[in-house]
């Protein structure tokens, strides 16, 4: 695994529209699904990487959690699936079921969704406010694959329940880190490596 920081994209950066189809529901998703949204938390994520097999169970009750408080929630995965076939469609639809996720999980397949929001790594997480501005992008919290801390969401969930409240974020972020996102030959965006 390659431990790949996040780009850090601008703070207020709108967010880019997109159609991916969710593989649990069949269904095609993008933003404009949720009207009403406080929020949305957009988070590139895989099934095989171990930066995000270590946050999943609390990533899902996060993803349960703030939906319920208004926060449009949606996973994507836009590794290269000829190469990763452990993040095809059908381990994709699996993980959703037996790690509880009650979002949407997509599949970029043709990755212009991760290009798009400059994703690099998994998990790659992105919150945008109600105007679809970004206010916060970074790490989910510290913990680390083979590391004794915990996994709480501490960072992602008090730059949520900021956005919430109406409260400023701090502009203060650190990046996420991660398994770099798994480009198709020659689909490699400028920003990689």
């Known amino acids: 695994m390659a431990r790949t920081p996040s780009q850090m994209i601008d703070l207020g950066t709108e ?12 269904n095609p998703i993008g933003l404009d699904d949720f009207p009403d949204a406080k929020g949305f938390m957009i988070a590139f994520i895989c099934n095989h990487c171990p930066f995000v097999q270590l946050i999943r169970h609390e990533f899902a ?3 349960r959690e703030y939906s319920e408080r208004g926060i449009a929630v949606i996973a994507i995965n836009s590794n290269d699936i000829q ?3 452990e993040d095809g469609p059908d381990a994709m639809r699996d993980d959703a079921r037996r ?15 991760a290009k798009a929001y400059q994703a690099a790594c998994t998990p790659d997480l992105y ?3 109600a105007n679809r501005k970004l206010v916060y992008r970074g790490q989910f919290d510290a913990a680390r694959p083979g590391s004794d801390t ?9 730059a949520t329940d900021a956005l ?3 409260h400023a974020i701090p502009a203060d972020q650190k990046a996420s880190l991660g ?5 198709k030959p020659g689909n490699e965006p400028d920003y990689y490596g």
């Open 150 to 158: 915990p996994v709480t969401g501490n960072d992602l969930r008090a």
């Open 99 to 113: 790690f509880g996720y009650t979002f949407p999980y997509c599949l970029d397949e043709d990755q212009s969704v």
């Open 83 to 85: 190469a990763h076939p």
């Open 61 to 63: 009750r996060y993803g």
């Open 179 to 183: 398994c770099n996102i798994k480009w």
């Open 15 to 26: 967010a880019p529209n997109f159609r991916l189809p969710d593989v649990v529901s069949g």
């Open 127 to 129: 919150l945008f406010d």
């Open 164 to 166: 919430l409240a109406g």
